[in-house]
T-cell receptor
């Protein structure tokens, strides 16, 4: 089945220790998104890629970086995690940006704990 | 004003009843509206989307859209305990078509 996969599902890191989260997709979608979701809050868009074009949200901290080496994979790097970065990180994909009916499909998420 | 607002709940309904969830949005140019279901500790799962004013039915779910009032709702008929989850309303942004999410309404279906 075509799907969005995230690894690891659970990640524990220490304060200030860099961490990388992974997302892959078999849907062959153009666009990949990274969201941060804290408990009882709405998912917050961090950035997205349209093919290789990177688009950062204005309020995404510099501590968060992303890489998309090919169509299938996208990585979220947190350079120096703080306690406030503990959250669920969601990867989503969609077929085409800029189309009003574009639909996003989510992976299972990675739960990040910062000690 | 938040871009997308939902009643946080919890909304408690007996099994077999209708659950009614509401969502309002601020971007008058939004054209696409989505409902996602999110079980505790899991990722959002798309239930349905609606683009045109009126009702759209899919199984036990009905989405209703009123663009003039900037209002979208979701009805869950014959509610089951498995419907107990948080329901997220998402609206596309007219300037770039990315999604703005509400914080969700938590629904509990009592057996």
């Amino acid at each position: 089945d075509a799907m969005v996969i995230q690894n690891p599902r659970y990640q524990v890191t220490q304060f200030g220790k860099p961490v990388t989260l992974s997302c892959s997709q078999t849907l062959n979608h153009n666009v990949m998104y990274w969201y941060q979701q804290k408990s009882s809050q709405a998912p917050k868009l961090l950035f997205h890629y349209y093919d290789k074009d990177f688009n950062n949200e204005a309020d995404t901290p510099d501590n968060f970086q992303s890489r998309r080496p090919n169509t299938s994979f996208c990585f979220l790097d947190i350079r120096s995690p703080g306690l406030g970065d503990a959250a669920m990180y969601l990867c989503a994909t969609s077929v085409l940006q800029g189309v009003s009916t574009d639909t996003q499909y989510f992976g299972p998420g990675t739960r990040l704990t910062v000690l | 004003q938040k871009e997308v607002e939902q009643n946080s709940g919890p909304l408690s309904v007996p099994e077999g009843a209708i659950a009614s969830l509401n969502c309002t949005y601020s971007d008058r140019g939004s054209q696409s509206f989505f409902w996602y279901r999110q079980y505790s500790g899991k990722s959002p799962e798309l239930i349905m989307f609606i683009y045109s004013n009126g009702d759209k039915e899919d199984g036990r779910f009905t989405a209703q859209l009123n663009k003039a009032s900037q209002y979208v709702s979701l009805l869950i008929r014959d509610s089951q305990p498995s419907d107990s989850a948080t329901y997220l309303c998402a609206v596309n942004r007219s300037n770039d078509y990315k999604l703005s999410f509400g914080a969700g309404t938590t629904v509990t279906v009592r057996a």
